[in-house]
């Protein structure tokens, strides 16, 4: 078996290492240490477990370890030491070229060390307690991977150089803050970089009172995490489309994909599928790809658009199974095969997948509007309120957001409260003006509210959207899969005007 890292093949047959077809003089311990930084993928591995691969069962001294590093970058060669990086306080990682760092794949973040204006104790344990707090909530994302604690924390002795350490690293974003005190209030202030040009791409300040300090923690937690991961997606999608299409990996064919797929518009379905075909092609371990390209799958059987070719049903349905089989512990990717598999399949028992997917990452304004749908259709618009209104909350700045707005509005006209849904969809149009549902939600509302002549018009704007949407179209989708939303707008698009056929 053979690990490639840049210029150096791993023969792991032949105990062997070479660097552009040339064998280099490295001994047993040598071979194993190189092995699990190559494993690592770039990732920072820490002494403890080096110490572990290269001396199992045996207790040495870290002495043994740098010995053995140093010895491994001379025979690297001169520039042995920009492939083997110290990451301070943690051990070392491995890049696949010497510096600059050519970043591929998921990003990383940082949370740089929260800076404390107030010297008191009180005022360090809530910084350190938040830089804690915010690690744990955004690793639930899969999206991007998260420096350690202790990689963070080491950052701290590079003062205002925190950020180029970082840079260092492999980082590509940096999330920073600052708590100043005055008095019994704190103020919080936090702001997402980009690590590589040190560009500013979101900030906001918080502020709260000393005496509730969990409860202040806790929120700021939340709203931070809830505008971050928005912000990465859009910040990397951008990246993306300024590389050349023949230097793009599985990740970033992925990222290209992205756009068309959250687009309410159903032109960029087929290029969407053939990007994420070729992600799973580069890599066919990358489950969220399938699940991404599962969901498009059904984004048209939900709308009611014409197949694609071959079944859209059969081909949704073996892409969201083989999504969970390739990696099921991804929150996003099981909320997304769940709602696909519950909406397609009309497999009920896939509601507790999306719940599972919620307690998992409970911050991610995609799941939460997923669940919400998924509450949506069985009925329950209390639940669905709960989940859509969280969604928003937690990102009332991101990309979707009007998705968000209309389910809360959707909930609402379920749950009788029509003019507080006009309300909501209004807002989600004048946030996007071009969703379907929110059209159809308005039209059953001021049907509903005797509003006869808004109703057709916003029938006519849903024909305009999508010309092929019919009563029948929408009562087969209907039957098969129990949509009690459905059920509660077919007849007042009837009463409106919408085509029997």
């Not at 820490?46 to 010895?71: F, R, T």
């Not at 949370?111 to 690793?139: K, R």
């Not at 048209?300 to 990696?327: E, F, H, M, Q, T």
Request: net charge negative.
């Amino acid at each position: 078996m053979r690990a490639t890292s840049g210029p150096f093949t791993l023969d792991h047959d032949r105990r062997q290492l070479t660097r552009d077809g040339r064998t280099l003089p490295i001994g047993q311990r040598g071979f194993v240490l190189f092995a699990a930084l190559v494993e690592a993928k770039g990732e920072a591995v820490s002494k403890d477990k080096l110490m572990e691969c290269a001396w199992p069962g045996l207790i040495v001294e870290e002495s043994n370890l740098s010995v053995q590093i140093s010895a491994l970058r001379r025979a690297l060669g001169d520039d042995g030491d920009s492939f083997i990086i110290t990451v301070p306080r943690v051990g070392y990682r491995l890049v696949a070229r010497a510096a600059p760092v050519l970043l591929r794949g998921p990003p990383l973040i940082a949370v740089l060390p929260v800076t404390n204006h107030d010297s008191g104790a009180e005022s360090t344990s809530f910084a350190d307690g938040m830089v804690d707090d915010l690690i744990v909530a955004l690793s639930r994302f899969r999206t991007f991977g998260v420096l350690s604690r202790s990689a963070s924390f080491a950052l701290r002795d590079r003062g205002s150089d925190a950020l180029a350490a970082a840079r260092e690293l492999g980082i590509r974003y940096a999330l920073e803050g600052s708590v100043t005190r005055e008095a019994n209030r704190l103020r919080v202030t936090a702001k997402l970089l980009d690590a590589e040009t040190g560009t500013p791409l979101w900030a906001e300040k918080y502020d709260g009172d000393v005496t509730e300090v969990f409860t202040f923690q806790d929120r700021i937690t939340e709203a931070v995490v809830g505008l971050v991961e928005p912000k990465i997606r859009v910040a990397e999608i951008e990246r993306v489309r300024r590389k050349p299409p023949e230097s793009l990996d599985a990740y970033e064919y992925y990222l290209k994909a992205l756009p068309l797929i959250y687009a309410p518009s159903p032109q960029g379905h087929e290029q969407a599928l053939a990007l994420l075909e070729k992600s799973v092609e580069l890599d066919p371990g990358f489950g969220l790809a399938a699940a991404y390209a599962a969901w498009v799958y059904e984004k048209r059987i939900s709308s009611r658009l014409p197949s694609l070719g071959n079944s859209d049903r059969d081909n949704c349905i073996a892409l969201a199974y083989a999504a969970l089989k390739a990696n099921s512990d991804d929150p996003l990717l099981r909320a997304i095969c769940s709602f696909v598999l519950y909406r397609v399949e009309r497999n009920v028992a896939m509601l507790e997948g999306l719940r599972e997917a919620v307690r998992a990452n409970p911050n991610s304004v995609v799941i939460l509007n997923l669940c919400g749908i998924g509450y949506q259709m069985s009925g329950d618009a209390d639940e669905a309120l709960r989940f859509r209104t969280r969604a928003y909350e937690l990102g009332p700045s991101a990309p979707d957001a009007y998705v968000s707005l209309h389910g809360m509005g959707a909930a609402e006209m379920m749950r009788g409260n029509l003019e507080t849904a006009v309300q909501w969809c209004l807002r989600s149009l004048a946030t996007f003006n071009e969703w379907p549902f929110t059209y159809m939600t308005l039209a059953t509302c001021y049907e509903r509210l005797g509003r006869r002549e808004d109703a057709k018009a916003m029938v006519q704007r849903l024909r305009e959207l999508n010309p092929t949407l019919t009563l029948s179209a929408l009562e087969e989708g209907v039957d098969r899969c129990d949509d009690a939303y459905g059920v509660a707008v077919i007849p007042s698009l009837r009463a409106a005007g919408l085509p029997e056929r």
